[in-house]
Structure formats: C-alpha cells, structure tokens
C-alpha cells in the first residue's frame, strides 16, 4: 500500500501562487507515476498534472498548462504542484494520486492509490 498526503492548500486572490505537496509513504517503490486531480463543487474529478517515476515525462490538462508546474522530488518522496497565476475557476479540492500500473495516465481508474484532498479556493 501507498499512503499520500496533500498540504499546501488555502484561501488565495486570483493571480496569486499557491505550492500544493504531497507527500508518499508505504510502498512507495512500486509506483511509476504520481500526478494531481481536482474536483470542484457540482464537477466531475478532472485531471490536472501528471508525472512518471523519474521525474522526466510531465503532462498538464489544457486549463493549467502554461500556469501550473509539476515535480517531484525522490529523495523526499514527495510531489509537489506549483500554481501560479490561480484564477477562480481553479477553485477546487486537490488529490494527490499514484500508480503502479503506469508512467502516463490521465484517467482516474489508472490511479490506484488516493490523498484525502487538499481545499484551494481562489477569490475573484
């Protein structure tokens, strides 16, 4: 098993910059991607960021890409999400996600292991 757990979160204005961490325990070798989902109220959960093992094939959803930056640091176990320029409709909870399966993937039954999220609220 995996554990994950999200920090970072917050109450931020629009345009502002927010660092969202997730950190892994457990069974952290077998996993051969980590990445980021976020579902807002009344919103299915969307993909947000992903990035394989080590760290050299990083993808984005289109909303995000330009604004957000994703990592990892191995040494730490621990993923973190860069989000500059944050905009109202960024205002979601932020799951942390890994698997085993995959180093590429943007569905959320590819992700076997889950945080229990991360509140971002960004105001107008």
């Known amino acids: 098993q995996v554990q994950l757990v999200e920090s970072g979160g917050g109450l931020v204005q629009a345009g502002d910059s927010l660092r969202l961490s997730c950190a892994a325990s457990?069974?952290?070798?077998?996993?051969?991607?980590m990445g980021w989902f976020r579902q807002a109220p009344g919103k299915e959960r969307e993909f947000v960021s992903g990035i394989n093992w080590s760290g050299g094939n990083t993808y984005y959803a289109d909303s995000v890409k330009g604004r957000f930056t994703i990592s990892r640091d191995n040494a730490k176990n621990t993923v973190y999400l860069q989000m500059n320029s944050l905009k109202p409709e960024d205002t979601a909870v932020y799951y942390c996600?890994?698997?085993?399966?995959?180093?590429?993937?943007?569905?959320?039954?590819?992700?076997?292991?889950w945080g229990q999220g991360t509140q971002v609220t960004v105001s107008s």
């Open positions: 457990g069974r952290t070798f077998i996993t051969t991607g």
């Open positions: 996600v890994a698997t085993g399966r995959y180093n590429h993937a943007t569905q959320a039954n590819d992700y076997d292991y």
